[in-house]
C-alpha cells in the first residue's frame, strides 16, 4: 500500500469506528453525564485515571473541567491521578507500580465521588486495583474501554458504566475516547448552566 493510500485509511477506519460509535455509545454516554452532574450537584468530585495515551485522557478531562470547556463557568472538581510524578513515583518504587491510582483513590475518593478510569484493552492492572479501591470508597465508576472490555467490564456494578468502544484498535478507540470526552464535558456544562444550540 502506497503511504498516501496508507494515510487516507486512517481517515476511513476512523470515520467508520465512529460512526459506529455514534449509534452504540449515546445511551452509556447519557448514563454516564448523569452520574457525574449529580456527583458534582452533591459537592463531590471526579477522580480520573489511565497509562500512556490513557494518562493523557484522563488529564485532558480534568483540565476541561477545572478550567473550563466551551462557555465561561466556574470550575468544577476533578483530578487527574497521573499528574503528580512524585506520589506516582514513590508508589511505585514503595509499593507497586500497580497501586499508583488505587493509593491515591483510597486516599482521595469519597462516597458520591466517580472515578473515570480509562484503559483501552481492559486489562490494565493498576486502573482495574484503582475501581477495587474506588468501589471500597464507594464510588461510582465510568469506564472507558474498548475491544471486548477486558477484565474491567466483569469488575463493574450495576451502578457503573462502561462506555466501550466498538473497536480493537488502540488508535481507533483512543479517537473516539477524545470524542466521548468532549460529549461528556458538553452533557455537564449543558445540565448545570444551561446549553447553547450545536
Do not use: W
Not at 487516507?8 to 455509545?25: N, P, T, Y
Request: hydrophobic content about 40%; aromatic content about 4%; overall charge negative.
Amino acid at each position: 500500500m502506497e503511504l498516501l493510500d496508507r494515510i487516507s485509511s486512517h481517515f476511513r477506519d476512523s470515520i467508520a469506528v465512529k460512526q459506529q460509535s455514534a449509534e452504540e455509545l449515546p445511551a452509556p454516554i447519557h448514563r454516564a453525564g448523569e452520574a457525574m452532574v449529580q456527583s458534582l450537584l452533591t459537592n463531590r468530585k471526579i477522580l480520573c485515571c489511565g497509562n500512556g495515551g490513557s494518562a493523557g485522557d484522563a488529564q485532558h478531562f480534568s483540565a476541561e473541567l477545572l478550567n473550563r470547556f466551551e462557555k465561561e463557568r466556574p470550575g468544577l472538581p476533578a483530578i487527574a491521578l497521573t499528574a503528580d510524578s512524585s506520589t506516582i513515583t514513590a508508589i511505585a518504587n514503595d509499593y507497586n507500580y500497580n497501586e499508583i491510582f488505587s493509593k491515591q483513590v483510597s486516599a482521595l475518593g469519597q462516597a458520591g465521588d466517580i472515578l473515570l478510569a480509562i484503559s483501552t484493552s481492559g486489562n490494565s492492572e493498576n486502573v482495574v486495583e484503582a475501581i477495587k479501591a474506588g468501589h471500597e470508597r464507594q464510588m461510582t465508576i465510568v469506564a472507558m474501554t474498548g475491544n471486548d472490555g477486558g477484565s474491567i467490564a466483569n469488575l463493574l456494578s450495576d451502578q457503573d458504566i462502561e462506555i466501550r468502544v466498538p473497536s480493537d484498535r488502540t488508535a481507533r478507540i483512543q479517537e473516539v475516547h477524545l470524542v466521548v470526552i468532549h460529549c461528556l464535558c458538553d452533557f455537564i456544562d449543558t445540565q448545570l448552566f444551561g446549553g447553547d444550540t450545536l
